[in-house]
């Protein structure tokens, strides 16, 4: 709706980069009230996987266009560069900056021995309240718009000519808000089942179970997350974030994300915990 907030020397501040900037603000906090006090690697990871979600975000597009670059070759090469670009490095792939943040978290935690599991269970709280932050963005700046809609629908929303990418006088489904409103509430989850999940592990402790479960919570958000971006993957208007078949390529990553949560959700369970095993 408002893509450009406002200016300051004159540079344009724009509302999707002031979403992401409070989202990762919000996700901060939030990972500060869950962490253990004790623990000094969590701000670093923070610090990598940012970094790693924002080139994984910026890659994942161009990663899928290369069969279309393929077949329209001909055609492109008799566009301008600069037009080029924008059709290959349009848009930033929320999947994209989740592989990438992945990425980088393990191969970080890797290199100095750090387990991987209490990790991703503490930042999948936070991961999910800053996207939530970010399709708020979405909607503010005209990206990641849904299918058109009847004037008298209750979610329907008409982008200005000024938007990013929607379709300007055209009722359209705000998509962006409710998948907004789905993390915040998958976030609110993670959070209540992640306090729950070290207060139990703190009782086991006392009983001489050194060897907590971890990766319930990560899991969680897996599988809760891969459901509701599929369904709402249906109901998405904006045809160039890649849709191959019937489905798009959130969700064949929606379906691989749910089959992964739930082998690994599946091991976890079916391992036995014994007293004074140290992981």
């Known amino acids: 709706m408002y893509p450009i907030l406002f200016e300051i020397f004159g540079r344009q501040i724009g509302t999707f980069g002031l979403s992401a900037i409070l989202g990762v603000t919000a996700a901060w906090f939030l990972v500060r009230f869950l962490m253990d006090e004790k623990d000094k690697d969590i701000p670093n990871i923070f610090l990598i996987c940012i970094c790693g979600g924002m080139i994984g975000a910026f890659l994942l597009r161009p990663i899928t266009r290369i069969p279309a670059i393929i077949t329209n070759w001909e055609y492109l090469r008799q566009m301008p560069v600069s037009a080029v670009l924008s059709l290959i490095f349009g848009e930033l ?65 008409i982008f200005p000519v000024e938007s990013a990418a929607a379709p300007s006088g055209v009722p359209l489904l705000a998509i962006q808000l409710i998948e907004a409103i789905c993390l915040f509430v998958i976030a609110t989850i993670l959070a209540i089942v992640y306090k729950k999940a070290i207060d139990r592990q703190k009782k086991m402790a006392e009983n001489g179970y050194t060897q907590p479960r971890f990766g319930l919570v990560v899991c969680l958000y897996g599988l809760l997350y891969s459901i509701v971006r599929f369904i709402l993957e249906f109901y998405r208007g904006d045809q160039a974030r890649g849709v191959y078949g019937v489905l798009s390529t959130s969700q064949y990553i929606s379906i691989a994300l749910f089959i992964v949560s739930t082998t690994l959700l599946i091991h976890i369970l079916t391992r036995k915990q014994r007293p004074n095993e140290i992981e």
């Open 93 to 157: 792939v929320f999947y994209g900056g989740l592989i990438g943040g992945v990425l980088a978290m393990l191969l970080y935690c890797r290199g100095f021995k750090i387990p991987i599991l209490p990790i991703a269970d503490l930042f999948a709280p936070a991961l999910a309240l800053a996207h939530g932050f970010g399709r708020i963005g979405c909607f503010l700046g005209g990206c990641c718009y849904g299918v058109s809609v009847n004037r008298e629908h209750p979610l329907a929303v």
